[in-house]
């Protein structure tokens, strides 16, 4: 099965000039703003960069839920401890790449999930780099 990328968009969203705090409310905060392109944040690469929904809960650990959608880069050259979307035998998934001593692994950051380890004739490619998580708090 090959997930199909959802579309990036090109628009801007409004910034506040000032902060949100997580603590107690500053009374004198400063409301003004301007807008900011989320893609010029977000993405290193913007023609290379795709937008994947996650199914599953094999990277919960690092705060990769169900449902979550994650920016993939494609032009970012895989490393050890890099978070991945992977192929395994025409199979994609999403775990943490070990590659160490010439031993390859796909880690899964919930130890329900054992490792991945590729045996003879398996067949594995690096799709892209993980770059963001695009968590919805609606759903927490």
Same mark, same amino acid.
Not at 15 to 42: K, T
Not at 74 to 80: A, Q
Not at 98 to 118: C, G, K, S, T, V
């Given at each position: ?8 968009n ?9 902060? *949100?705090?997580? &603590?107690f ?10 807008? +900011?392109?989320?893609?010029q ?9 795709? /937008?994947?929904?996650?199914? &599953? =809960? ?5 705060? +990769?839920?169900?449902? =979550?959608?994650?920016? *993939? ?17 025409? !199979?994609?998934? *999403? ?5 160490? =001593? ?6 899964? !950051? ?5 490792p991945? !380890? /590729?045996?003879?004739?398996? !067949? ?17």
């Amino acid at each position: 099965m090959t997930p199909t990328p959802i579309a990036l968009n090109t628009g801007s969203l409004p910034l506040f000039a000032s902060s *949100v705090y997580a &603590g107690f409310p500053s009374p004198a905060a400063d409301h003004g703003q301007q807008h +900011i392109n989320l893609n010029q944040h977000l993405l290193t690469n913007e023609q290379a960069s795709f /937008l994947f929904r996650v199914r &599953g =809960d094999s990277m919960h650990d690092v705060g +990769i839920y169900d449902g =979550d959608t994650l920016i *993939v880069d494609r032009s970012i050259n895989p490393l050890h401890n890099h978070i991945v979307l992977a192929i395994v035998d025409e !199979e994609f998934t *999403v775990k943490r790449l070990y590659q160490r =001593d010439h031993i390859i692994r796909l880690i899964a !950051e919930n130890p329900a999930f054992a490792p991945i !380890e /590729l045996q003879d004739g398996q !067949e594995l490619r690096i799709w892209g780099v993980v770059t963001f998580n695009l968590h919805s708090l609606l759903h927490a």
